[in-house]
């Protein structure tokens, strides 16, 4: 039954103040760890506030768990920072988890083929260029679809993962060291050609200093070229972009390219700058979790460093308590899924407001 | 024959797992939400049915399995319908995004499961893995005398009561969705939610029925798969993930009609299964044959929408949420 | 039979913000008659019609079903009192079939029993005229089949009052007949039926009685026995209002677009635009009139690259008059029309959804048809950050920054943002659609005075309006659209109100050739 005035009026904000939509979202985030603790409780009956504790010794407790935790932020955040293009022009690439995986394929085949022939730095050269390429193949076909024939990329996008997933598992098997371990072990262990070079005897500073570079440089790439205009016009109007002479469909192949490169180009720092192995866990999963990210950082990829660390950080002190508490790992997905239930949960009342009517009809109001 | 025998019931008891998956998946598509959810929802279903058994016959001095189906059965469904909730209570009150909201719940769906499938036997003060024998030899049971009758006995009466629950379950949608009133009412919302709200219908309640019940129907796949697929015990191996994604790719393939879906989850089975009964494969080209089902997706995806056939299109508002302006 | 009215509205006022949609409008509907209900666009028609049916709840004012005063909140409530509209865009499920559409949301047994559906469906067909075939998938539907099953839904619902909004906009005139055919047997059946309607010759050829609305204002009512042509076209347009709009002569004007044979035909090939002659001057203000949808849309669009034109179509731009050079615009997209050095401003009638980005700040819109000047790979923020400061100081554009999405400025804002921003691009070209819609007074001059200035200086300005008055005080001469025909190219100065009127409803044949 429709009222005309019906008791809860929903309206869409005219947009709140920057800080008070970072106290909701801080109150949301607040509100999970609790729900958190409870969980923990529950399971441990041990004092959250230890568990807490716990978990901050997990991820930053020595100096080598702390670049762990940078290791694996600056991946999602480079997996993140290339789903932003995408998701501003408002085309869902759910596609990372494959275009990451066929950049580290890439890569893998580079350092595994050319491992004796080249220097270190022209592996790295050729393996992040092959790594680009495989991204760029895997973010281009949906989009050419989707321009042409408007097929729709959100399924596209996923169903192409499994099948990254799947060539992944048959160069596993091809390239697997020693026979029958069913892994491809460690590449180049004796030599480490075309591993990422320690710098300042760091040796993941390279990860940052490349992720932070690609962090920035998409940060200018989408707020002051000419490109990252025409995305966002895209994104909020095709209308638009037609009249202003934008053509749409170049715009979304290009963007797409752009966005598998970076894919392609987490999966070459995931390959040579940490594991120097390739597996389907070479992504595991954080192709899925960008998207999280890159979604609610709403495309800012200063935004995402902070979202990546939070996840990254619940992923690290989840697994310290789950091994000090003789839980399993997956603890940390728990806490991860209920902290972003609650954020997003939480925008709505950043983009709406809700009022609750005092008088009306007395007709009840729907469900 | 008999290897083509062997084939096929192996493709039917995998079928039967992303069978369920994407039912409730049909079902919550054509209410216009996309619930990327459905592997989370398997792992729910499937955890939970676990648990409801383990418990019982940890406490239980005489387990009875028939009692241990019933309760594992109700709490996986009751647990795949929480996570249903959870979707739809962001989605549709609180507007979230669709895609991002529904791998959340495939990220906490996985992580609940596997960290309880993990520890359970800890927590409760036992060692080594879960395993709930007989609840599952009940799931497993099927009548000797008919499966006895042969070749084709053996390939049509050889499963436990879940992989023909299935069938039933796939055609009481398909009856449901093109001839049943509330079936119509629930496509006209996944199709035009603004046309359905004019001609009376509730789309709110609409969609979150459609995707708790959706939720439920999914679930029973990860219930299958941890009862007769894997007999009873619980692997953190991520398959349940890997068969979920296939649930989805199944609902494209069978361009959201039930009926459709159950030949297609069992060629999906025969393609999975193919590699098994061709001579000289290698491991390799092994893993290469599992990518069958996706590419036979996409290729089904690009050809619907080239063709612009009206008939095998995704729901029209799938993916949007809808609200009626205050004006 | 006790009560004689099927419908009475008394004082029905609606607002919408600051424009009073309805002003204390008063109607009523006979048992068993047609009712035309007449204004221009924009006199508030549909706004009432919609309050019958439940869309709108009115602010003030009574309505009365069959003599009892009813609220009537919802569509819900609106069906339950036998009330059926029958809206220009149809409210029909593409993928399911014509029984599946009449049956849906309705109450019944849990399966839809299609024979009995269908056996209804054609009971009401064989007792109106209609033809509907009930497996029939909506995808499948013409326009006209479309509209037939809509108003078989209204009576399969049980409707005893039928609204149809313009029904005749979207059909061919058989159709039409068919339509009014059928319209006829239901009133003989007892329905009481209103028909929105612009067009005076289907008002006089329908309906028993006429009701006219004017700027949402009620002006009359006659029995259409009574009315003729011109009467009602008196009603409709009233009396001229002097404005004190500036009007200078043009100078020197100099031939700089010319249209010819322009086709334009839609999606489904309905054609849309018909063979269009037409000259435009610089240094003169070219009205277009016509009835809303009679091709105004399409040809802006047309000459802005944005149309797909039937070939054979064309339009040469002639920068330096009528023996320069001339550019083809037909065939390009907006972006090689603009490196051709074609100054082409529009401001087109989707000004949110077409002219400017929502969610943009000033700034950000300000770079919308620029930002691709210079070799640089960045966008230049320098100069449209001067350009909307500019515009704001000028334009006194209300605004807390230049910094702020348009979306959050109020309408007239919106449009003198839009406008401005056309205007400092130094166009040789100046295209209008509806510039000063749902504009206050004071805005709307402002308009005005910016087009006479582009005018004085030698642009060519097309004005696409819907007030007569404005037409007639603004414009050097107006062009005359009529369902995508070209009707007639009147003097601005000598043309009365009632001349452009009869050329927009279709009353006059004989076509005047292009020129004033």
């Known amino acids: ?367 | 024959m008999t290897q083509l025998i062997s084939l096929l019931t192996s493709a039917i008891v995998f079928g039967t797992v992303i069978l369920y998956g994407s039912l409730g998946e049909i079902l919550t598509e054509k209410s216009g939400n996309l619930n990327l959810g459905v592997p989370g929802i398997m792992y729910l279903g499937g955890i939970a049915g676990l648990a409801a058994a383990f418990f019982y016959e940890m406490h239980a001095a005489e387990p009875v399995g028939a009692v241990g189906l019933v309760l594992s059965f109700l709490a996986a469904i009751l647990a795949s319908m929480l996570g249903g909730l959870i979707y739809a209570f962001l989605t549709i009150t609180l507007r979230a995004n669709q895609n991002v909201t529904g791998l959340t719940l495939t990220i906490f769906g996985a992580g609940l499961a596997n960290l309880f499938g993990g520890s359970l036997n800890a927590l409760a003060g036992g060692v080594g893995q879960i395993s709930v024998a007989v609840t599952s030899r009940a799931y497993r049971a099927y009548i000797p005398a008919l499966a006895g009758l042969g070749l084709p006995g053996q390939l049509l009466f050889s499963f436990g009561f879940m992989a023909y629950l299935a069938i039933v379950i796939a055609l009481i949608a398909n009856w449901f969705l093109n001839r049943s009133r509330v079936g119509l009412n629930l496509r006209a919302v996944g199709e035009d939610p603004a046309t359905a709200d004019a001609a009376g219908i509730n789309v709110t309640r609409y969609k979150y029925l459609a995707t708790c019940v959706g939720a439920g129907i999914s679930g029973l796949g990860g219930l299958y798969y941890a009862m007769d697929y894997i007999k009873g015990t619980w692997s953190t191996d991520g398959t349940i993930e890997a068969l979920g994604w296939l649930a989805v790719a199944l609902v494209i393939f069978a361009t959201w009609k039930p009926a459709r879906a159950i030949w297609s989850a069992y060629l999906f089975g025969v393609l999975y299964w193919a590699y098994n009964y061709i001579a000289g494969l290698s491991r390799a080209s092994i893993e290469l044959f599992k990518m069958l089902p996706y590419v036979v997706t996409i290729i089904v995806l690009v050809a619907v929408s080239m063709r612009r056939s009206r008939e095998a299109q995704p729901p029209k508002s799938l993916g949007l949420s809808y609200f009626r302006e205050e004006r | 039979m006790a009560e004689e009215f099927a419908v009475r509205m008394v004082d029905i006022t609606k607002t919408f913000g600051q424009v009073k949609a309805n002003h204390k409008v008063y109607l009523e509907l006979k048992k068993g008659e047609i009712l035309s209900l007449l204004g221009e666009n924009g006199s508030g028609k549909t706004t009432l019609m919609n309050m019958l049916s439940g869309i709108y709840f009115p602010d003030e004012g009574q309505i009365y079903i069959d003599g009892r005063e009813v609220t009537i909140a919802s569509p819900h409530d609106a069906y339950k009192l036998g009330i059926g509209m029958v809206h220009q865009h149809f409210k029909l499920v593409d993928v399911l079939t014509a029984a599946e559409n009449i049956e849906l949301g309705l109450p019944g047994g849990a399966v839809v029993d299609r024979k009995a559906v269908g056996r209804k469906v054609r009971e009401i067909c064989d007792r109106y005229g209609f033809s509907v075939d009930p497996d029939k998938k909506v995808y499948d539907m013409s326009v006209s089949e479309k509209q037939t099953l809509e108003i078989v839904k209204t009576l399969y619902r049980g409707a005893n009052i039928l609204i149809l909004d313009e029904p005749t906009a979207v059909l061919t005139p058989q159709e039409t007949e068919k339509l009014f055919a059928v319209m006829r047997n239901m009133r003989n059946d007892g329905k009481s039926i209103i028909i929105i309607t612009h067009k005076l010759n289907e008002v006089l050829a329908i309906s028993d009685r006429v009701t006219v609305l004017r700027k949402g204002e009620y002006i009359g009512d006659m029995d259409t026995a009574k009315a003729d042509a011109r009467a009602l076209t008196d009603m409709m347009v009233g009396r001229t209002v002097t404005l004190n709009i500036q009007r200078d002569e043009p100078v020197q004007p100099q031939r700089r677009l010319e249209i010819r044979n322009l086709t334009v035909k839609d999606a489904e090939g309905v054609v849309r635009l018909d063979d269009v002659n037409l000259d435009v001057y610089a240094g003169e203000i070219l009205g277009i009139a016509g009835i809303s949808g009679c091709g105004q849309k399409e040809l802006l669009e047309a000459i802005a690259g944005l149309q797909p034109t039937v070939s054979g179509s064309s339009v040469k731009y002639r920068p330096t008059g009528p023996d320069g050079p001339a550019e083809e615009l037909v065939g390009q997209d907006p972006r090689s029309i603009a490196e051709k050095g074609v100054r082409l401003a529009f401001v087109p009638e989707d000004r949110l959804g077409m002219g400017l980005v929502a969610s943009m700040t000033l700034v950000g819109n300000m770079m919308l048809k620029e930002y691709r000047s210079g070799k640089s790979p960045l966008v230049d923020r320098k100069h449209p950050h001067d350009m909307a400061q500019q515009i704001v100081q000028e334009l006194e554009v209300v605004t807390p920054s230049i910094d702020t999405p348009v979306r959050k400025l109020s309408g007239g804002n919106v449009q003198k943002v839009l406008v401005g921003r056309e205007i400092a691009m130094t166009p040789s070209v100046l295209m209008t659609a509806y510039a000063v819609r749902g504009l206050d007074i004071n805005t709307s001059y402002t308009i005005y005075n910016l087009l006479n200035e582009q005018k004085r200086r030698g642009v060519a300005v097309i004005y696409v309006g819907e007030d007569l008055d404005v037409l007639l005080q603004l414009c050097d001469r107006i062009a005359v659209l009529c369902g995508g025909r070209l009707n007639g190219v009147l003097d601005g100065r000598t043309a009365t109100k009632e001349e452009v009127g009869y050329h927009m409803t279709a009353l006059q044949n004989d076509r005047k050739e292009a020129g004033a």
């Open chain 1, 1 to 367: 039954m429709n009222n005309h005035e019906p008791l809860i009026h929903i309206a869409k904000r005219d947009g709140m103040v920057w800080w008070r939509a970072w106290l909701v979202r801080l109150a949301a985030a607040i509100a999970a760890l609790l729900v958190c603790a409870l969980f923990i409780y529950g399971l441990t009956k041990l004092n959250p506030v230890k568990v807490y504790a716990a978990m901050w010794q997990g991820a930053f407790g020595s100096a080598r768990r702390s670049w762990i935790t940078v290791r694996d932020a600056t991946i999602l955040l480079c997996i993140g920072v290339g789903l932003a293009p995408a998701f501003m022009m408002r085309f869902w690439n759910v596609g990372a988890e494959g275009q990451v995986l066929m950049g580290g394929c890439a890569t893998a085949a580079v350092l595994i083929y050319a491992g004796r022939a080249l220097s270190t730095p022209m592996l790295l050269l050729i393996g992040g260029a092959a790594s680009i390429a495989a991204g760029v193949l895997w973010g281009v076909i949906p989009a050419i679809f989707k321009a042409r024939w408007n097929t729709n990329e959100t399924l596209f996008t996923l169903m192409m993962n499994y099948i990254a997933i799947q060539i992944t598992c048959f160069l596993v098997a091809k390239w697997e060291n020693p026979k029958g371990s069913n892994s491809v072990g460690i590449i180049n262990q004796q030599t480490q050609a075309g591993w990422f070079p320690a710098i300042f005897g760091q040796q993941y500073m390279m990860n940052v200093i490349i992720v932070l570079a690609l962090t920035v440089g998409m940060y200018l790439y989408l707020k002051y070229t000419k490109h990252g205009y025409e995305i966002s016009v895209v994104g909020e109007s095709e209308n638009t972009a037609r009249y202003a002479g934008i053509s749409v469909k170049r715009v979304i192949i290009r963007t797409m390219a752009l966005s598998g490169a970076v894919c392609g180009l987490s999966g070459f720092v995931a390959v040579a700058g940490a594991s120097h192995t390739i597996s389907t866990s070479t992504a595991g999963g954080r192709g899925f979790t960008a998207i999280i990210v890159a979604w609610m950082a709403k495309f800012n990829t200063f935004v995402m460093i902070l979202i990546a660390f939070l996840l990254v950080f619940l992923e690290k002190g989840a697994i310290q308590i789950a091994s000090q508490f003789k839980l399993n790992d997956y603890a940390s997905e728990v806490v991860t899924g209920i902290i972003l239930f609650f954020l997003l949960g939480s925008e709505f009342f950043i983009q709406y407001t809700v009022h609750f009517r005092s008088h009306g009809h007395k007709k009840e109001v729907q469900a």
